[in-house]
């Protein structure tokens, strides 16, 4: 456990660079595709693997957004980056917003967000409410006169496995659990808006799911190689265009027919209104607490 201690630990600063990097680059107008590619490169760069695709969602888009390998689109309003660092399938994810647009409302959405992301780290420890731990979210994203998203939450983290079945609520909630050891990602999520997000358009985002058989040559060739190459981790279409051609997309869609694919839809607020992020991946143990993504 040593080692994937120290694996967790180095993915989480090579995340930090990774943050600070898009903070430098992206800038208005700029193409997606080329901030998520150049992202991306810069994980790899530093000898990890980009846990997921760079998600680069827009305004009333909360999550689950990444450029196509065509892509036209140009950055603008409040962006959202989430960004995945993984060394050998441990994760690190971390996320941040900006305001393209100098709107008051934009930043102050970031500053709600970042807020109550601020008060859970304040008292995040081993045994620690869950419904606590959301209070104290949604009332400091709320001192900010904005909602949290009710219907996104934060999430445990396993070994290939990104999430791994424990939710981490943003707002106050009646249970009974408790933190335990583990790997978390604490993201709260702000909006001006009506606070839930509802299914959107796909993403072309994917996971691994199951392993049916399929009669297309190419598709189980692609199926092998999501396999080895990705595991359980989500992966997008553009990173099959650039490995095997643009045939791949018609083999995603025969792989996802035949079940072996979960494919993301993006998530939107759920009235039309902006939505902001931050997030954070900690580590909890009997001993302490580490923020393995904190700048």
């Not at 901030?35 to 827009?58: H, M, Y």
Request: charged residues 25%; negative net charge; hydrophobic residues 40%.
């Amino acid at each position: 456990m040593k080692e994937d201690i120290e694996k967790l630990k180095q993915a989480g600063s090579i995340a930090k660079e990774t943050v600070a990097y898009a903070r430098s680059i992206t800038k208005k107008g700029m193409p997606l595709l080329q901030i998520a590619e150049d992202i991306e490169e810069f994980i790899r760069k530093k000898g990890a693997q980009p846990a997921f695709p760079v998600n680069l969602s827009i305004n009333e888009i909360a999550a689950h957004a990444t450029p196509i390998y065509n892509d036209e689109q140009t950055a603008h309003g409040l962006l959202k980056i989430d960004i995945g660092v993984h060394l050998d399938g441990w994760a690190a994810d971390t996320a941040l917003s900006l305001d393209l647009e100098n709107n008051q409302e934009n930043q102050n959405l970031i500053d709600a967000a970042e807020a109550g992301l601020k008060a859970a780290l304040k008292i995040t420890k081993l045994n620690l409410s869950l419904s606590k731990l959301g209070g104290a979210i949604e009332q400091a994203i709320k001192e900010k006169k904005v909602q949290p998203i009710i219907n996104l939450s934060g999430h445990s983290i396993e070994h290939y496995n990104l999430h791994a079945g424990f939710s981490i609520p943003n707002i106050e909630t009646p249970t009974n659990e408790i933190l335990e050891e583990g790997i978390y990602a604490i993201e709260p999520f702000t909006t001006t808006g009506s606070g839930t997000v509802k299914e959107g358009k796909p993403s072309t985002i994917y996971h691994l799911q199951a392993e049916n058989a399929v009669r297309d040559p190419f598709a189980r060739e692609l199926l092998k190689y999501i396999q080895e190459t990705y595991h359980t981790l989500p992966f997008c279409a553009r990173w099959l265009v650039k490995s095997h051609g643009s045939r791949s997309v018609i083999a995603l869609k025969r792989l996802e027919d035949a079940g072996n694919l979960h494919h993301y839809t993006q998530l939107v607020e759920s009235s039309g209104k902006p939505v902001a992020q931050a997030e954070h991946t900690i580590i909890i143990s009997k001993k302490e607490t580490i923020i393995t993504t904190a700048q």
